[in-house]
């Protein structure tokens, strides 16, 4: 919870395949958001998302297009940077 939105940033997820593959983790998500609603948060932030350009083989794509499933806009919050010493 952070001011006027809430976030996920901590996060895994797996599939039991006695279960068909569903995705066990999504209620708990939702409970998220309704918490979040609850409290007056204006936006939910689902967390980093690829890139417009990246491919969609790339193995992170199902995810990426599950966020963006509840909104397609997009706000540039930081970037990942690597250091090589």
Known sequence: SHGD???YD??????QSALGRVPVG?????????WAWRRGHTWFD????LGVDAPATHPLAGITAF??????????????????P
Do not use: M, Q
Not at 10 to 15: E, I, Y
């Open 67 to 84: 966020k963006l499933g509840f909104s397609r806009h997009r706000v540039r919050i930081a970037e990942e940077l690597v250091l090589e």
């Open 26 to 34: 999504y209620p708990l998500l939702w409970r998220g958001i309704e």
């Open 5 to 7: 939105f809430a976030t």
């Open 10 to 15: 901590t996060a895994a997820s797996a599939r």
């Open 46 to 49: 689902l967390g980093g998302v």
